[in-house]
């Protein structure tokens, strides 16, 4: 896709129609996100403004629908673009990311326009073994809705930090194919949770639990998901090894639970130790 990125980086009228382009056609959003970061992470917000608002203005249509996803993805991923540029570390650009995840989803912003109930009484139709799950918390005191209004903001709010990440992660790999051959998947192999950045996650999701924020206790595990990923990869461009062990790392991330818990635990023991430093410095 570097041609297509060289492309857009032609001027910004280039960019600002394939981003009001991409925003308008379903599922393509992701697309859209990732130009508005591009353009955020080589020329600034101020400059970028144009193209923000390009992609963000379909989104805005998207919103009003019903569908909030695309029109988030588009904010989240710009602000994160915006401190990385800034601060020049991803690690502080998923805290931020994840933090304004975390107020999309307390701000109401993934609830259904008529509120959860309806959506609710479908799948209660829908399966029967649900119904009875639901029968089962309602005689045991708990508001059902209120727990599908949780349940629906925290997988929406999820979906669109990683979603988020994900163009994120696009747009600088664009950026460093056209200005920077190599620097993204040295910059990526890097990344790593800083002590007291693992220190301000562990904090936020302990707030999170004790004033029931469950959002932000969902969310600030991401950036050390991501730094686990990150290790993973670094890992094994140090070793040299063969890229099979990428696709078989990432179908058993994508698959099974054990796998994420393993990554988040390995990414919370680099933060402290720095495998990656004592693999170089043993090398």
């Known amino acids: 896709m570097l041609p297509v990125a060289r492309?857009?980086?032609r001027g910004t009228p280039y960019a600002v129609g394939a981003a009001a382009l991409a925003a308008v056609v379903p599922w393509l959003f992701w697309f859209s996100a990732a130009i508005a970061a591009l353009v955020t992470l080589r020329h600034g917000l101020a400059s970028a403004m144009p193209v923000i608002l390009a992609a963000a203005l379909p989104s805005g249509w998207w919103w009003m629908q019903g569908d909030a996803i695309p029109l988030a993805t588009v904010l989240l991923v710009t602000l994160m673009a915006s401190v990385l540029r800034a601060r020049m570390r991803w690690s502080e650009a998923l805290i931020v990311g994840a933090l304004a995840g975390a107020a999309m989803v307390q701000l109401g912003l993934f609830v259904p326009p008529g509120g959860a109930g309806p959506?609710?009484?479908?799948?209660?139709?829908?399966?029967?073994?649900?119904?009875?799950m639901l029968t089962e918390f309602a005689n045991q005191g708990l508001d059902t809705?209120?727990?599908?209004?949780?349940?629906?903001?925290?997988v929406t709010?999820?979906?669109v930090l990683v979603a988020a990440v994900a163009c994120l992660a696009l747009a600088r790999s664009w950026q460093a194919g056209l200005y920077n051959p190599g620097g993204f998947r040295?910059?990526?192999?890097?990344?790593?949770?800083a002590p007291r950045e693992l220190a301000v996650l562990v904090v936020l999701g302990v707030i999170g639990m004790l004033l029931g924020i469950p959002a932000l206790a969902m969310l600030s595990w991401v950036p050390l998901l991501v730094a686990g990923v990150a290790l993973v990869h670094g890992f094994i461009g140090v070793k040299g090894m063969n890229g099979l062990w990428l696709v078989a790392f990432y179908v058993l991330l994508i698959t099974t639970w054990p796998m994420i818990l393993?990554?988040?635990l390995l990414a919370f023991i680099d933060s402290l130790v720095d495998f990656r430093g004592r693999l170089a410095r043993s090398d």
């Open 186 to 193: 040295q910059e990526f192999h890097a990344l790593r949770v």
């Open 119 to 132: 959506l609710l009484e479908q799948v209660r139709q829908n399966s029967a073994e649900v119904d009875r």
């Open 262 to 264: 393993i990554v988040l």
């Open 145 to 154: 809705e209120r727990l599908a209004v949780l349940l629906i903001g925290g």
């Open 157 to 159: 709010g999820l979906i």
């Open 7 to 9: 492309w857009l980086m």
